[in-house]
């Protein structure tokens, strides 16, 4: 089964495609396991559950969080 953990949306992120064409992109290429992991945006999670759910492909909700740490400095 091919996997794919790690895609962006332009319907939520910096990705090329909504989130419509990411899905059917998906199964055109054979993915059988996805996440839609767009930078700290859950907003394209309830269209990505609905569509591979129509093509049947496994999901399983993601996010790609931005994370800035600072040190303190002594």
């Not at 495609?17 to 990411?22: A, D, I, S, T």
């Not at 992109?25 to 767009?38: H, L, P, W, Y």
């Not at 399983?60 to 994370?67: K, P, Q, R, S, W």
């Amino acid at each position: 089964m091919k996997i794919d953990l790690h895609v962006h949306t332009s319907t939520g992120s910096d990705g090329a495609l909504p989130v419509e064409e990411v899905v059917k992109e998906a199964k055109r290429r054979n993915i059988g396991f996805m996440s839609v992991t767009d930078h700290d945006s859950l907003v394209a999670q309830e269209k990505a559950i609905a569509f591979t759910k129509e093509l049947s492909i496994c999901y399983i909700t993601g996010v790609e969080l931005n994370v800035t740490f600072s040190t303190a400095s002594g």
